[in-house]
């Protein structure tokens, strides 16, 4: 849901090269293709809220796919809409998909987890999206219920989580002063999950838990076998 919500709330680095697999013992032996999770899974495979300190949350919950329009891309080029759709889990086949809130002690603005599983290569080829998206997309605009949001997009160093990740940040104007989401996205296996930390006026820590995005993917790269 990150167009939604920036439209309401208001990093373009490719993963290190992986070491070339070890050749079959079996050349005859087809590949192990990842299996698909359900929604409900990605639920079971979710950060359990009563472990994380000063957590004041509610569990994931199955996230269906969004059929309203109410929030309209309207301008930018293309790259942009690409990397929010994809980022978003917007995509044809829609994938299974889980959301979880996150708001702690003293922290007003909170975060979120967009966790999504997709079948044969989905999961590739939506974090290639948001990627490819993050090379030149700087700058959108969204028509929300809220009004209009203008979102310039910095894209971060790369962190390494998974088996790929990137990080980027969108800035927008609001009343209370500038609102900075900061997103992490991260495939492992068949999944991607997206993580997001607002702040608004520079008063919070933007960044989302390191040590949460950790455990969450170790959970997932689990409940994939």
Not at 83 to 110: C, E, R, S, T, V
Not at 185 to 201: D, E, P, Q, W
Not at 204 to 218: G, M, N
Request: net charge positive; glycine share 8%.
């Amino acid at each position: 849901m990150l167009a939604a919500s920036v439209a309401v709330t208001a990093s373009g680095c490719a993963a290190d090269p992986q070491l070339a697999a070890p050749a079959s013992a079996s050349p005859s032996a087809p590949a192990r293709v990842a299996r698909q999770l359900t929604a409900e899974e990605l639920v079971e495979a979710a950060l359990p809220v009563d472990a994380i300190p000063n957590l004041i949350g509610e569990p994931a919950s199955v996230l269906h796919p969004r059929t309203d329009t109410k929030t309209k891309y309207t301008s930018g080029p293309p790259a942009c809409r690409q990397m929010l759709d994809a980022a978003d889990g917007q995509q044809k086949p829609a994938p299974a998909a889980a959301f979880q809130p996150f708001n702690w002690k003293g922290d007003i603005y909170g975060g979120s987890s967009l966790l999504t599983s997709y079948k044969g290569s989905g999961a590739k080829e939506a974090f290639a999206k948001v990627r490819g998206g993050l090379k030149t997309c700087r700058y959108f605009e969204l028509q929300g219920p809220a009004g209009l949001y203008k979102g310039t997009v910095t894209v971060l160093p790369a962190p390494r989580f998974g088996d790929e990740a990137v990080r980027f940040e969108i800035t927008a104007p609001v009343k209370l002063g500038p609102s900075v989401t900061e997103y992490t996205v991260v495939r492992t296996g068949n999944t991607v999950v997206r993580f997001s930390k607002l702040s608004i006026a520079g008063h919070d820590v933007r960044a989302f838990p390191p040590a949460l995005i950790t455990e969450q993917v170790t959970r997932l790269q689990k409940a994939q076998g």
